[in-house]
């Protein structure tokens, strides 16, 4: 009777406890009480703005806007007018690097989107998680993101990920629960990049939207 008690003792024989089982939602990464929370807000239309320039922005579909706003024709729209965009965020997350920006969301050159931020910064310094989420992606080279060199991906609540590109290391793995401040990597010039910084995105549901949206 000892030794069967012996053998079934775990921290007697030494036997390894079963590994604790990778997340498998989202909702296990992401806290309730801090996510993307959506409002509305009102945008004043600047000169040569379009409605779908303005729905780009904002990540918002053209028709949502119009249909707040009672817009009947989306190309009647003039400059100084207050159009309320719908289901738009207004949250709590933070930078995931400080410091000025070198390059802004939007068109870049005669042909280019910049799809994100630059954020320059000294080689190493430490990169954070903008909010609390779930690691989908952390590598170089990835599929669709040849140019990115290392690349982290959070998957946040309401269709939104964030994206961490140019790192000199990536500190999170695939499948990590991360907490807002937790530090995820590391600023580099891997991939296409003519100096040390963050490239730091904003995707909802897939689109890219301008980040100072929703940064503080």
Known sequence: ??????????????RPKPPVPAPTSLRECVKGNHQFVEAKKVHLVKKHET????????????????????IKDPSKISV?????VPGNVSSNIIWPVRG????????RGRHGI????DIPAPKGTAIVAAADGLVIASGKG???????????????????????????????????????????????????????HLHFEIRKYGNPVDPLIYLP
């Open 100 to 107: 000025r920006i070198s390059s802004y969301y939007g068109r």
């Open 142 to 196: 990835l599929d669709g993101f040849s140019k990115y060199g290392r690349i982290v991906i959070l998957e946040h609540a309401n269709g939104i990920r964030t994206i961490y590109a140019h790192n000199k290391k990536n500190i999170a793995s695939r499948g990590s629960c991360i907490r807002t401040g937790d530090v995820i990597g590391e600023v580099g010039d891997s991939g296409n990049a003519t100096g040390p």
């Open 1 to 14: 009777m000892i030794l069967l008690a012996l053998g079934s003792n775990e921290a007697c024989t030494g």
């Open 114 to 117: 910049h799809t994100g931020i």
């Open 80 to 84: 100084g007018q207050a159009i309320v």
């Open 51 to 70: 409605l779908f320039h303005i729905s780009n922005m904002y990540g918002v579909p053209i028709e949502k806007i119009a249909i707040e706003n009672g």
